[in-house]
């Protein structure tokens, strides 16, 4: 299959992603609203957890994206790194503050949910430590990238440092099989689940559209920070000139 | 539909509304930050352009 390059050139890609911003912005508000109307209106009380249920529908689209978005940013640096791609480098870069807010998300709505629940803010549970180990892993990439003045070398030690921690991406999900743990087990995503996940669709639909709201808001953010990226890095080019001199 | 039980959340207010709450700053906070982060370096380039031209005559 052929590939279109021409969106790699950071120029193309420059003004691609502004005309891309403001609908993927407007997808993003709409999902967003449909799922916070749907989670907070629709879905039933739990028969257990009451009302406090509806912290899932942040908490769980939250740690996805904090996983989702790790990923990305370590995906993203492998293909800088072998292919010298400046765009996936860029990518990396940003991905990571919004990876990082979405890690603090999860951790700071689930110590919201675990202290009426299981009346702890925190335990060193396998699932709450490995999701702590990925914020430090977020931190210590913008640390490792703020620290080299050179983009194209901070981008190399960062995405090394990226691909190291990926191995804590499965730890974090299969934790509550491996372990004993006192967060509860994956309702969608076992795989003797596929199909027939243990939740009601009253609970898996605005966790969904929630979840899909959450992806969209990534892609809008990250293609903004991008565009800024690619200003500077290519500021001696004669197209920024023109960017510049416009408006 | 009764708003104040809506508001009270089954008792659990504090904690459904604190993690909405901090849930909607985090978002507003990403989109902030990108917003301003593209501003500065508008500003800085354009600068940076003039101080050249400038230099250059």
Known sequence: MPINYKYAAPKNFYALAGTLTPWLAAATVLLLAAGLYMALFVAPPDYQQGESVRIMYVHVPSAWMSMFVYVIMAGAGAIGLVWNIKLAEVLAAVSAPIGASFTLLALVTGSLWGKPMWGAWWAWDARLTSELILLFLYIGFMALQAAIDDPRRAARASALLALVGVVNIPVIHFSVQWWNTLHQPASISSIAKVGTPAIDPSMLWPLLIMAVAFKLYYVTVALMRMRAEILERERNTAWVAEVLSAR | ?57
Do not use: P
Not at chain 2, 8 to 20: D, E, K, L, Q
Not at chain 2, 27 to 53: H, P, Q, S
């Open chain 2, 1 to 57: 539909m009764n708003w104040t039980e809506f508001f009270h959340m089954g008792g659990y207010a504090v904690y459904v509304w604190g993690s909405y709450g901090i849930a909607a700053l985090v978002l507003v906070a990403n989109v902030w930050a990108a917003l301003r982060r593209r501003r500065r370096v508008m500003t800085r380039l354009r600068d940076y352009a003039r101080a050249n031209e400038a230099g250059n005559e």
